[in-house]
Nanobody, 132 residues
Framework: QVQLVESGGGSVQAGRSLRLSCVAA????????MAWFRQAPGKEREVVAV???????????DYSDSAEGRFLISLDSPRNTMVLEMNSLRDEDTAMYYC??????????????????????WGRGTQVTVSS
């Protein structure tokens, strides 16, 4: 089991930026698939961005339509730290943001399995509130 701890949430005005971090512990494989999800009150949990590292120096990222062009996900695999840089924040980005992880998967499976129920390990979340 991978333990995940998020940090960096807060309250900001629309148009500003926030940086979320997720520190993981307990990976037993170098093949890591990590993701940021978010859940707003009354809504289902949705994927924001996913990053994969197969043990090399290159990580591969995918973004939801709402995150594409505004958010940047990165993974420092040796340090097991994932970061989400969120720019041009909007009111609708307000949500609890969760870090999730799975391991021992291929890049293809990581890209294909972006539903919340495909991830076994979760952090407790960090709140992001955007106001205009």
């Amino acid at each position: 089991q991978v333990q995940l701890v998020e940090s960096g949430g807060g309250s900001v005005q629309a148009g500003r930026s926030l940086r979320l971090s997720c520190v993981a512990a307990g990976f037993t494989s170098s093949r890591k698939c990590m993701a940021w999800f978010r859940q707003a009150p009354g809504k289902e949990r949705e994927v924001v961005a996913v990053v994969y590292n197969g043990g090399g120096t290159t990580s591969y990222a995918d973004y939801s339509d709402s995150a594409e062009g505004r958010f940047l996900i990165s993974l420092d695999s040796p340090r097991n730290t994932m970061v989400l840089e969120m720019n041009s924040l909007r009111d609708e980005d307000t949500a609890m943001y969760y870090c999730a992880a799975k391991q021992e998967v291929t890049h293809a499976l990581c890209r294909a399995g972006q539903s919340s129920d495909s991830f076994l390990d979760w952090g407790r979340g960090t709140q992001v509130t955007v106001s205009s």
